[in-house]
């Protein structure tokens, strides 16, 4: 089994973070930021896709690769605007 290193370090910065926030937050506080993993990990899902099919103009008049995941095509940095967004919705 191979581990590519950037998800590694994705996966490490994620549980840091979700450690500092422990010792910051109020209890609640941190239950609501737990609350909207689910949707800040689907929205860096649709955020990582949308950026690499934005840099691709080829694949615009395929719309069924758009969902082919499996097919590769993620960009870190959509995904982590999109994860964002779903973290600042789901803490208002």
């Known amino acids: 089994m191979t581990?590519?290193?950037?998800g590694v370090f994705f996966l490490g910065g994620a549980l840091l973070s979700l450690g500092?926030?422990?010792k910051r937050l109020e209890p609640l506080q941190y239950r609501t930021a737990l609350d909207s993993i689910p949707l800040a990990?689907?929205?860096?899902?649709?955020?990582?896709?949308?950026?690499?099919?934005?840099?691709?103009?080829?694949?615009w008049t395929h719309p069924v690769e758009w969902f082919q995941f499996w097919r590769g095509?993620?960009?870190?940095?959509?995904?982590?605007?999109?994860?964002w967004l779903g973290l600042l919705h789901g803490t208002h």
């Open 73 to 83: 095509g993620m960009v870190s940095y959509g995904g982590l605007g999109g994860a």
């Open 3 to 6: 581990l590519p290193t950037h």
């Open 20 to 22: 500092l926030a422990r």
């Open 41 to 59: 990990v689907l929205l860096s899902l649709i955020g990582a896709r949308l950026a690499y099919l934005s840099i691709h103009p080829d694949l």
